[in-house]
Nanobody, 118 residues
Framework: QVQLVESGGGLVQAGGSLRLSCAAS????????MGWYRQAPGKQRELVAI???????NYADSVKGRFTISINSGKNTVYLQMNGLKPEDTAVYYC????????????WGQGTQVTVSS
């Protein structure tokens, strides 16, 4: 069973920075991609950023130029560096993983709260 352990959330003032980490363990097969999603109160969960094992990235338009996703494949760990945080970035951030097998199965972390004060 894949386990995802997230860390790095917290409270920060607008314009500040935070770095989220997510470490995967227990996976029998290789990681295909890792990503971060977020869910604000009353809103649907949305993609923030995703990175493949090969390093290809995709970002939500709302975070482009402010957030950077990176991966340490050897440690099965994904990071999200968040700079220039805005109050609208406030949400619970979830780590997500897809393995090379079985395809199409989502594995989720427990979520970490990010709160940006104005």
């Amino acid at each position: 069973q894949v386990q995802l352990v997230e860390s790095g959330g917290g409270l920060v003032q607008a314009g500040g920075s935070l770095r989220l980490s997510c470490a995967a363990s227990g996976n029998r097969y290789s990681i295909n991609d890792m990503g971060w999603y977020r869910q604000a109160p009353g809103k649907q969960r949305e993609l923030v950023a995703i990175i493949t094992r090969g390093g290809m990235t995709n970002y939500a338009d709302s975070v482009k130029g402010r957030f950077t996703i990176s991966i340490n494949s050897g440690k099965n760990t994904v990071y999200l560096q968040m700079n220039g945080l805005k109050p609208e970035d406030t949400a619970v951030y979830y780590c997500n993983v897809h393995l090379t097998y079985p395809r199409g199965v989502d594995y989720w972390g427990q979520g970490t709260q990010v709160t940006v004060s104005s």
